[in-house]
């Protein structure tokens, strides 16, 4: 099962390092991993994407996170109710011919053009992950030059 789970931490230097040690030594990799500061510039929120058959084992990494000391809260917010979004950059092939078949895609999923010329264009989609997968399968039709993404972020309501 995926477990989405936000940490507040301060902002201090090593603190990724020891949040993904802890993982790593139990065994989980880390599918998705966003950190940035809050309204507070000495409070960063991390975003932890990880896939956990083993519940308890889980359960030991949040109770050890919650024992660090740089560690404010630790909410897995897998079973709430939150808002998620991953930002995707994608440079795609570009002509006259399908350009706007782009600009319709592009607009389907509240998606912005930033940059095209004659043989590509940028795009930016800030959506909900399986939307992302959608919207990456539709513009495989172009030919994907170059693919850039976020780490999933996310806030309860």
């Known amino acids: 099962m995926r477990h989405t789970i936000s940490v507040l931490v301060e902002n201090k230097f ?3 390092a ?6 790593s030594a139990r065994g989980f990799n880390i599918d998705s991993l966003a950190v940035g ?5 000495a409070v960063s929120c991390m975003t932890i994407v990880v896939n956990a058959e083993d519940e308890r084992i889980l359960e030991q990494i949040k109770k050890q996170l919650h024992k660090l000391i740089d560690i404010i ?3 897995d917010l897998t079973k ?6 991953e930002l995707v950059l994608v440079k795609v092939s570009l002509d006259k011919s399908n350009k706007a078949n782009l600009e319709k895609i592009a607009h389907k999923f509240n998606a912005e053009i930033l940059h095209s010329d004659k ?3 940028i795009i930016e989609a800030a959506l909900e992950e399986k939307n992302i997968e959608e919207f990456l399968s539709v513009l495989k039709e172009f030919g994907i030059k170059q693919l850039v993404r976020t780490g999933k972020i996310a806030i309860p309501k």
């Open 14 to 16: 090593g603190v990724l």
């Open 37 to 41: 500061e809050t309204q507070d510039p």
């Open 18 to 23: 020891r949040i993904a040690g802890l993982f």
């Open 119 to 121: 043989e590509s264009a």
């Open 80 to 85: 709430k109710e939150f808002f998620e979004r």
């Open 73 to 75: 809260t630790v909410i």
